[in-house]
């Protein structure tokens, strides 16, 4: 976080971390969170849940993510619509098949989550190379989680665009079909392109134009929601990633001043 420190952040609304990261971190860089959480308004991104994963829910770790955020006084906390567990932690997102049975065992352990967070959670579309054993489609079945588990939807517009390109479906028909009383908030992030019909998620370049303008749709179709700028490794100086939140702020402004424009 020290880059940060010598920047002009008053145009951050919120900052993200993944709490496997700093839960039990003391001394200087716990310091140095409390400093942050303080004067910003903070959110909380899992990585390890493993809310599809096959072996049982970490209830012990859910404790400490719920004791965490009471600390922090974290606004919200989302986890991935994924696995990521079997016997061990795989150290990669792995995709839920899409299935009927898939939607009852993921709500259950969503359900069981909220229970123990006391809290509602939000779970995130995640980006996927391939849908063993489908019997419905990512939008289907993400629709399906999202009303057996009454949970929110942090709507991740990259992995639509990642996923669309990949699966070869059309993104503004996907965000069309997903519940707008649902929206939590939102991820935009950038990408690497291996082919024409080939994109990797990574979260380590720029955001790109067709990512831009699905941000700018989907405004359109939900309404403005708070949207993080995701950058996860190649980092560009600090100045250029705040030139990418400003674009949000700029997208964000645009469609608030349609909507005023409407309701008058």
Not at 212 to 223: C, K, N, P, T, V
Not at 236 to 248: G, K, M, N, T
Request: hydrophobic letters at 40%; glycine letters at 8%.
């Amino acid at each position: 976080m020290g880059p940060l420190q010598t920047c002009d952040l008053a145009n951050v609304d919120f900052m993200e971390v993944a709490p496997e990261n700093w839960i039990h971190v003391g001394g200087r860089r716990g310091r140095a969170l409390r400093s942050y959480t303080e004067r910003f308004p903070f959110v909380c991104h899992g990585l390890s849940l493993s809310l599809g994963g096959p072996s049982p829910l970490d209830e012990t770790f859910i404790r400490r993510i719920r004791r965490f955020l009471d600390e922090h006084g974290v606004r919200f906390y989302t986890e991935h619509l994924s696995y990521c567990t079997d016997d061990g932690h795989l150290y990669d997102l792995m995709p839920i098949p899409f299935t009927d049975e898939a939607v009852r065992y993921v709500a259950a352990r969503i359900r069981r989550t909220q229970d123990l967070l006391e809290r509602r959670i939000g779970i995130e579309n995640v980006s996927y190379y391939a849908a063993p054993g489908a019997e419905m489609s990512e939008l289907e079945f993400i629709n399906a989680v999202l009303e057996e588990s009454d949970c929110a939807l942090l709507l991740d517009i990259n992995n639509i665009y990642v996923n669309s390109v990949n699966h070869g479906y059309d993104p503004v028909g996907f965000l069309q079909g997903l519940p707008r009383s649902r929206v939590a908030y939102g991820h935009i992030a950038g990408h690497h392109r291996e082919d024409k019909d080939l994109i990797v998620d990574t979260h380590g370049a720029g955001v790109i134009g067709d990512v831009w303008s699905l941000l700018e749709r989907a405004y359109e179709i939900f309404g403005v929601f708070p949207t993080l700028l995701e950058r996860d490794f190649n980092f560009p100086p600090v100045q250029d990633l705040l030139a990418e939140v400003d674009r949000i702020h700029e997208l964000q402004a645009r469609w608030a001043a349609d909507e005023q424009r409407q309701a008058g």
